[in-house]
């Protein structure tokens, strides 16, 4: 598990420190002699493989150039020509970008004061116009979950007409008992989206490799604005070999819930407030004065993240990573 050592600290994009375990980056490697040879025209084997191993059908099933890429063709189908597309504000960056990039209209809603989504205020925004509705769980950019009773009692709210999208892009970091059941969900709701990527927890970001699960129907409509030759050629091989190294995946996770535990409480232990996250990240929630001096003193020590109006995405890095961050932070509050 060699970290990756750029200039300075780069915890802004919730990446993965860990590059891909040995076995994933030989099976890269072979894969390399192959680079001749186009992908498939649409892709087919990958979405086969990612079924099989959720135990769904294949048509239940899109893959895209990272969950972006998937993004992109969810509202490129129902989020353009002014459509309107809900969503908390601030979520992940690619929902208003990819909104507005296809035509539609972000409609947004604040998240709460303790960084979760407001799911009453969401659902009572969704009117005539709305096209599309998402929800992130865990939430970037707070790590804030959504429990399994709060999203079904949502899901009821939601009119069948209008597609939700669940993006579980941090979900391999949320503990079992946490987590929503999505794909039985899927079966039981025929309008819901669940987003998944293989850029966080599988530390494969530069690959590019996100996929959808949900109604055939659905799938179908989103996979008819996929770009031929489009996927990546070695996608489909990490998967795979990501797969066959679940073990080393599983001990790479664990090993980052670990710094993220040490992240939030050293912050809580210089009093300021983080809420609970359970994504790769932690959100330092502070006052607009106190933001500008904590931000300029991580840039100041080539410590990288991600600013917000309330606060500070941190991404949670190697031991190295968290150390500097704490040793910063805490010389700009004492
Ligand atoms: N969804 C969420 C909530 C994210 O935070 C991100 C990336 N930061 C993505 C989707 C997109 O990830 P990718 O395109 O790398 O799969």
Redesign the pocket.
Known sequence: MAPLAPLGHQLQ??ENPYGPPASVREALSRALSSANRYPEFLPQRLPRLIAERLGVDADRIVVGA????V?MHIVQEFGSGGAGVVMATPT?D?YPILTTMSGGRPMTVPLTPDGRQDLDAIADAIDERTRLVVL?SPH?PTGALITPREFEKFLHRVPATVPVVL?E??VDFVPGEDRIEALALVDRHPNLLV?R?F?KAYGL?AL?V?YAIGDPELIERIARWQLPFGMNALAEVAVRACYAAEPEIAARVSVIAGHRHRLTAGLRELGLSVPDSYANFSYLTLPEPDIDRVAAALAGAEIHVKRYPTGIRITVGDRSATDAVLATVRSTVQ
């Open positions: 994009l919730n990272g969950a972006t890429g993004i992940f690619g992130c970037n993006d892009a941090y987003l990527t850029s970001a590019r996100g």
